[in-house]
Protein backbone atom coordinates (compact mmCIF):
# COMPACT_ATOMS: atom_id res chain seq x y z
CA UNK A 1 0.00 0.00 0.00
CA UNK A 2 1.81 3.07 -1.25
CA UNK A 3 0.85 7.40 -1.51
CA UNK A 4 1.60 9.66 -4.46
CA UNK A 5 5.26 9.79 -3.54
CA UNK A 6 5.21 5.67 -2.65
CA UNK A 7 5.59 5.38 1.29
CA UNK A 8 3.72 3.41 3.13
CA UNK A 9 0.63 5.30 4.37
CA UNK A 10 1.09 4.63 7.70
CA UNK A 11 5.17 5.57 7.67
CA UNK A 12 4.65 8.39 10.27
CA UNK A 13 2.76 6.49 12.91
CA UNK A 14 3.16 2.94 14.74
CA UNK A 15 0.88 0.31 13.65
CA UNK A 16 1.50 -3.24 15.50
CA UNK A 17 -0.53 -6.41 15.72
CA UNK A 18 -1.64 -7.85 18.96
CA UNK A 19 -2.60 -11.23 20.22
CA UNK A 20 -6.28 -11.32 21.96
CA UNK A 21 -5.47 -12.37 25.23
CA UNK A 22 -7.48 -12.39 28.27
CA UNK A 23 -6.53 -8.87 29.37
CA UNK A 24 -7.59 -7.30 26.25
CA UNK A 25 -10.21 -8.84 25.01
CA UNK A 26 -12.82 -6.27 26.81
CA UNK A 27 -11.25 -4.10 24.48
CA UNK A 28 -12.27 -6.66 21.78
CA UNK A 29 -15.65 -6.43 23.22
CA UNK A 30 -16.39 -2.76 22.98
CA UNK A 31 -14.68 -2.61 19.19
CA UNK A 32 -16.74 -5.35 17.90
CA UNK A 33 -19.90 -3.41 19.93
CA UNK A 34 -18.80 0.19 17.67
CA UNK A 35 -18.92 -1.70 14.78
CA UNK A 36 -21.01 -4.21 13.99
CA UNK A 37 -24.39 -4.45 14.35
CA UNK A 38 -24.48 -7.89 15.53
CA UNK A 39 -24.14 -9.02 18.98
CA UNK A 40 -21.56 -11.83 19.71
CA UNK A 41 -21.96 -14.23 22.38
CA UNK A 42 -19.49 -15.28 25.25
CA UNK A 43 -19.00 -18.66 23.67
CA UNK A 44 -17.79 -16.44 20.15
CA UNK A 45 -14.94 -14.11 22.71
CA UNK A 46 -14.03 -17.82 24.29
CA UNK A 47 -13.49 -19.21 20.95
CA UNK A 48 -11.49 -16.19 19.51
CA UNK A 49 -8.86 -16.95 22.35
CA UNK A 50 -8.23 -20.83 20.77
CA UNK A 51 -7.58 -19.34 16.94
CA UNK A 52 -4.10 -18.29 17.92
CA UNK A 53 -2.61 -16.30 14.78
CA UNK A 54 -6.44 -15.98 13.51
CA UNK A 55 -7.55 -13.15 15.95
CA UNK A 56 -5.68 -10.50 15.59
CA UNK A 57 -6.17 -6.58 17.17
CA UNK A 58 -4.49 -3.54 15.45
CA UNK A 59 -2.86 -0.80 17.32
CA UNK A 60 -1.91 2.60 15.83
CA UNK A 61 -0.08 4.75 17.69
CA UNK A 62 -0.80 2.26 20.88
CA UNK A 63 -4.43 2.82 20.11
CA UNK A 64 -6.66 -0.53 19.76
CA UNK A 65 -8.31 0.63 16.61
CA UNK A 66 -9.43 -2.24 14.80
CA UNK A 67 -9.78 -5.85 15.09
CA UNK A 68 -10.34 -9.34 12.94
CA UNK A 69 -11.78 -12.64 14.58
CA UNK A 70 -11.90 -15.94 12.77
CA UNK A 71 -12.52 -19.72 13.25
CA UNK A 72 -11.83 -22.65 11.89
CA UNK A 73 -14.15 -24.99 10.32
CA UNK A 74 -14.30 -28.51 9.13
CA UNK A 75 -14.82 -29.55 5.73
CA UNK A 76 -17.14 -32.37 5.09
CA UNK A 77 -15.42 -35.91 4.26
CA UNK A 78 -12.28 -34.34 4.62
CA UNK A 79 -9.80 -34.82 7.49
CA UNK A 80 -6.52 -32.86 5.49
CA UNK A 81 -9.02 -29.95 5.10
CA UNK A 82 -10.42 -26.97 6.77
CA UNK A 83 -12.36 -23.81 5.75
CA UNK A 84 -11.46 -20.56 7.61
CA UNK A 85 -14.52 -18.06 8.34
CA UNK A 86 -13.93 -14.63 8.90
CA UNK A 87 -16.27 -13.48 11.59
CA UNK A 88 -15.13 -9.84 12.10
CA UNK A 89 -12.87 -7.76 10.70
CA UNK A 90 -13.00 -4.12 11.47
CA UNK A 91 -11.45 -0.95 11.87
CA UNK A 92 -12.78 2.31 13.31
CA UNK A 93 -14.10 4.83 10.82
CA UNK A 94 -11.43 7.31 11.71
CA UNK A 95 -8.73 5.73 10.90
CA UNK A 96 -9.98 3.81 7.95
CA UNK A 97 -8.00 4.11 4.08
CA UNK A 98 -4.89 4.07 6.37
CA UNK A 99 -3.91 0.09 4.86
CA UNK A 100 -4.94 -1.17 8.68
CA UNK A 101 -7.79 -3.37 7.29
CA UNK A 102 -5.11 -4.56 4.83
CA UNK A 103 -2.78 -5.55 7.26
CA UNK A 104 -5.20 -7.36 9.44
CA UNK A 105 -6.26 -9.49 6.31
CA UNK A 106 -2.82 -10.00 5.13
CA UNK A 107 -2.17 -11.50 8.31
CA UNK A 108 -4.63 -13.65 8.21
CA UNK A 109 -4.10 -14.42 4.47
CA UNK A 110 -0.48 -15.15 5.05
CA UNK A 111 -0.77 -17.38 7.87
CA UNK A 112 -3.69 -19.22 6.01
CA UNK A 113 -1.33 -20.20 3.29
CA UNK A 114 1.12 -21.53 5.51
CA UNK A 115 1.54 -25.13 5.17
CA UNK A 116 0.63 -26.31 8.72
CA UNK A 117 3.35 -28.01 11.05
CA UNK A 118 0.54 -30.52 12.11
CA UNK A 119 -3.37 -30.99 11.44
CA UNK A 120 -5.50 -29.98 8.43
CA UNK A 121 -4.65 -27.10 5.41
CA UNK A 122 -6.67 -23.87 4.79
CA UNK A 123 -8.46 -24.76 1.62
CA UNK A 124 -10.77 -21.56 1.75
CA UNK A 125 -11.28 -18.67 3.50
CA UNK A 126 -15.04 -17.23 3.14
CA UNK A 127 -17.27 -14.42 4.52
CA UNK A 128 -20.89 -12.66 4.63
CA UNK A 129 -21.27 -9.35 3.90
CA UNK A 130 -24.50 -7.17 3.84
CA UNK A 131 -25.39 -6.67 -0.31
CA UNK A 132 -24.66 -2.95 0.36
CA UNK A 133 -21.56 -2.49 1.73
CA UNK A 134 -19.62 -1.21 -0.49
CA UNK A 135 -16.43 -0.37 1.17
CA UNK A 136 -15.68 -4.13 2.44
CA UNK A 137 -16.68 -5.78 -1.51
CA UNK A 138 -14.40 -3.25 -2.51
CA UNK A 139 -11.57 -3.68 0.31
CA UNK A 140 -12.23 -8.01 -0.07
CA UNK A 141 -12.23 -8.18 -3.53
CA UNK A 142 -9.02 -5.82 -3.14
CA UNK A 143 -7.31 -8.74 -1.54
CA UNK A 144 -8.03 -11.30 -4.00
CA UNK A 145 -11.87 -12.83 -2.73
CA UNK A 146 -14.52 -12.93 -5.23
CA UNK A 147 -18.64 -13.17 -4.75
CA UNK A 148 -19.53 -17.08 -4.69
CA UNK A 149 -22.88 -16.20 -4.12
CA UNK A 150 -26.18 -14.00 -2.92
CA UNK A 151 -27.70 -15.21 -0.01
CA UNK A 152 -31.04 -13.69 0.16
CA UNK A 153 -32.65 -13.22 3.71
CA UNK A 154 -28.94 -13.99 5.86
CA UNK A 155 -29.42 -11.16 8.27
CA UNK A 156 -33.10 -11.28 8.96
CA UNK A 157 -32.96 -8.85 11.47
CA UNK A 158 -31.54 -5.61 9.31
CA UNK A 159 -33.05 -4.20 6.76
CA UNK A 160 -30.62 -4.89 3.83
CA UNK A 161 -31.32 -8.52 4.84
CA UNK A 162 -29.23 -10.04 2.13
CA UNK A 163 -25.53 -10.47 2.03
CA UNK A 164 -22.95 -12.10 -0.69
CA UNK A 165 -21.19 -14.69 0.43
CA UNK A 166 -17.28 -13.73 -0.73
CA UNK A 167 -14.27 -16.67 -0.57
CA UNK A 168 -10.76 -16.74 -1.83
CA UNK A 169 -10.14 -20.22 -2.41
CA UNK A 170 -6.01 -21.14 -1.35
CA UNK A 171 -6.10 -25.42 -2.26
CA UNK A 172 -8.33 -25.91 -5.58
CA UNK A 173 -10.19 -29.54 -5.65
CA UNK A 174 -7.34 -32.67 -4.91
C1 LIG B 1 -13.83 -2.75 5.24
C2 LIG B 1 -12.82 -2.13 6.22
C3 LIG B 1 -12.35 -3.19 7.18
C4 LIG B 1 -11.62 -1.59 5.41
O1 LIG B 1 -10.64 -1.17 6.33
P1 LIG B 1 -9.55 -0.04 5.94
O2 LIG B 1 -8.51 -0.01 7.00
O3 LIG B 1 -10.22 1.24 5.63
O4 LIG B 1 -8.96 -0.67 4.59
P2 LIG B 1 -7.61 -0.28 3.81
O5 LIG B 1 -7.19 1.10 4.14
O6 LIG B 1 -6.63 -1.37 4.05
O7 LIG B 1 -8.15 -0.33 2.29
C5 LIG B 1 -7.61 -1.23 1.33
C6 LIG B 1 -8.38 -1.05 0.04
O8 LIG B 1 -9.76 -1.46 0.19
C7 LIG B 1 -10.58 -0.64 -0.66
N1 LIG B 1 -11.44 0.20 0.18
C8 LIG B 1 -11.40 0.33 1.51
N2 LIG B 1 -12.38 1.19 1.92
C9 LIG B 1 -13.01 1.61 0.80
C10 LIG B 1 -14.10 2.51 0.57
N3 LIG B 1 -14.71 3.16 1.58
N4 LIG B 1 -14.50 2.72 -0.71
C11 LIG B 1 -13.91 2.08 -1.73
N5 LIG B 1 -12.85 1.21 -1.58
C12 LIG B 1 -12.43 0.97 -0.32
C13 LIG B 1 -9.63 0.26 -1.44
O9 LIG B 1 -9.26 -0.46 -2.62
C14 LIG B 1 -8.44 0.37 -0.48
O10 LIG B 1 -7.24 0.70 -1.13
P3 LIG B 1 -6.85 2.25 -1.33
O11 LIG B 1 -7.07 2.96 -0.02
O12 LIG B 1 -5.40 2.17 -1.72
O13 LIG B 1 -7.76 2.74 -2.41
C15 LIG B 1 -13.44 -0.91 6.98
O14 LIG B 1 -14.11 -0.09 6.05
C16 LIG B 1 -14.43 -1.30 8.06
O15 LIG B 1 -14.03 -1.54 9.19
N6 LIG B 1 -15.74 -1.33 7.75
C17 LIG B 1 -16.75 -1.64 8.79
C18 LIG B 1 -16.74 -3.09 9.19
C19 LIG B 1 -17.04 -4.00 8.02
O16 LIG B 1 -17.96 -3.76 7.25
N7 LIG B 1 -16.25 -5.08 7.89
C20 LIG B 1 -16.42 -6.04 6.79
C21 LIG B 1 -17.27 -7.20 7.12
S1 LIG B 1 -16.40 -8.36 8.18
Not at 13 to 30: A, E, H, W
Request: charged fraction near 25%.
Amino acid sequence: MTTEDNKPKTAAFRVGLGDITPNNLGQLKRLNTVLFPVVYTASFYKDVLDVGEFAKIIYFNDVCVGAVCCRKENVAGSTSLQNLYIATLGVLAPYRRLGLGSKLLEHIIENAELPPSTGPKIAKMYLHVQTDNEEALEFYKKHGFNVAEKCENYYPQFEVSDAFRLEKVLVKDE
